[in-house]
């Protein structure tokens, strides 16, 4: 048995939500630079150069890349030789977010009821994705995901009969339709196979590989490449503005099936793609 | 180069800005997001006062971050525009000049802008730190208790934005798009 103090944990939480926030990945920044590279429109340059800027900017003073700072979504993977002291372990993940966007001043973005719409005013409750399993480890991954690019994502329930063309223009389709509202260039997430709720997470889940990253599987590494290269062909650049970096990377997770279903989400990622993991 | 303008926007500055200028905005306006036009939009109706001249106004979208202690505001990138599109009409009949958001707008909007004389600028999306330096001073004035949502009266200086819908039609993002689609 490996013993975490709760307070570890929530203080944990709280630097990953700065952290996550403030400080965009290498990859992302290196995937500016590759844009900037192959992008044809001068305001689509000017704009990848605007991003690299923000991103020197954020990371100098630690301030928001972006002001949605988001929900903030958790992946826990806790191994079940852990075991927690002081107290419970989403009770410190959601301090740890309160004290996080408080003491990070970070945007307070939730509210408590869809409809009634009144602030929490700490950006509580965390939505908390729980993975249990061997070990004596417990990874965190914080991932803050803005609400104008959750806005133009989908989950479309295909049939089998569709194929991989008909998940593909799903995907194509989908980016065409958010033109410029998910602040492009964008990351597209995409799941395919399980329930319907199950691909929705697996959508989610596929925004946490690092860009540039190739999937194991050469048949989806294959069907990532061909998506990027439809995506980019629609034209609609860095901001809608017209351009070649529409998205800056596919990725595709996939998961066993029922024989009468073929469900794929598409969860789109603006470019303010953030996330940041400890493991302790 | 862009075209320095000042606002609130005067009758000739609309006239002069086309679909694809780059423009550096100075002077005072404000921010609403989606509560803030609700709560606008139910005062016009009701025939009450609103809190600042809608003559020629300028509203940013946008929910800024909070300041840190010495910062004039946080970060303050623009948000999705569409979701004000139901209120926007009504505030370009009394007097709303120019609208800063990002991404698309619907049909009632653009037709709204022909008719008033009024013009759509995008602020880039996710710039939010670069932008907050161009907002010199920040001062909420209305509507407190909505947090980000809060409307404030912002003065800036070179503030940068590019025009996507004229006052004569002019669509950027259509234009951009098609210029740049392969098939
Ligand atoms: S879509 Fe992303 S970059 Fe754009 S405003 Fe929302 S969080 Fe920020």
Redesign the pocket.
């Known amino acids: 048995m490996k013993e975490i103090q709760f307070d570890a944990i929530r203080d944990a939480v709280a630097k990953l939500c700065i952290d996550a926030n403030c400080l965009l990945g290498d990859d992302v920044v290196q995937a500016f630079e590759d844009g900037l590279k192959i992008e044809e429109s001068p305001a689509g340059k000017d704009i990848l150069n605007q991003l690299l800027e923000n991103e020197q900017i954020a990371r100098k003073e630690m301030m928001p890349i ?3 700072t ?1 929900w903030a979504v958790v992946w826990v993977k806790l191994g079940s030789g852990v075991r927690v002291q002081g107290g419970e372990l989403y009770d410190a993940i959601q301090q740890g977010v309160a004290r996080g966007y408080t003491d990070g001043y970070l945007r307070k973005s939730i509210v408590k009821d869809p409809l009634r719409r009144v602030n929490t005013k700490d950006n509580t409750p965390a939505i908390i994705y729980t993975d249990i399993g061997p070990g004596d480890g417990l990874e965190i991954i914080v991932q803050p995901k ?4 959750e806005n133009m994502s989908e989950v479309k329930m295909l049939s089998a009969a569709d194929g991989a063309e008909g998940i593909k223009r799903f995907v194509v389709d989908r980016v065409a339709r958010s033109k410029a509202n ?2 492009p260039p964008v990351i597209v997430g995409v799941g395919i196979g399980g329930t319907f709720e199950k691909c929705a997470m697996l959508a989610k889940h596929s925004l946490l590989r690092e860009i540039g990253s190739v999937h194991p599987d050469p048949f989806y590494a294959d069907m990532e490449k061909e998506l990027l290269e439809r995506v980019n062909k629609l034209g609609i650049g860095p901001q809608g503005l017209g351009g070649r970096v529409t998205a800056l990377a596919v990725f595709v997770e996939a998961f066993p099936c029922h024989i009468a279903t073929m469900p794929c989400a598409v969860n789109i990622n ?3 793609a953030r996330h940041k993991s400890v493991t302790l | 180069m862009a075209k320095k303008i000042t606002a609130p926007l005067t009758p000739e500055t609309v006239k002069d800005l086309r679909a694809g200028d780059s423009v550096l905005i100075s002077g005072t306006i404000y921010t609403g997001r989606d509560l803030a036009h609700k709560r606008l939009t139910d005062s016009l109706k009701a025939g009450e006062k609103l809190p600042f001249d809608l003559a020629g106004a300028v509203i940013y979208y946008v929910g800024p971050s909070p300041a840190k202690p010495g910062q004039v505001i946080g970060s303050a ?3 999705t525009s569409y979701r004000m599109d139901a209120y926007s009409p009504l505030l370009m009949e009394k007097g709303l000049r120019g609208m800063i958001g ?1 991404g698309n707008r619907t049909p009632v909007v653009l037709d709204a802008m022909k008719k008033y004389g009024a013009v759509y600028f995008a602020a880039v ?2 710039a ?1 730190a670069l932008i907050a330096k161009t907002i010199k001073k920040a001062k909420v004035i209305a509507y407190d208790d909505l947090g980000p949502e809060a409307v404030r009266e912002l003065e800036v200086e070179d503030f940068p934005a590019i025009v996507i819908n004229d006052m004569y039609g002019g669509d950027l993002y259509e234009q951009g798009v098609a210029q740049y689609k392969k098939d």
């Open positions: 972006c002001q949605d988001g803005g609400g104008g690019s998910p602040c603006c470019h303010a | 990138g623009p948000t990002k999306g996710g939010a």
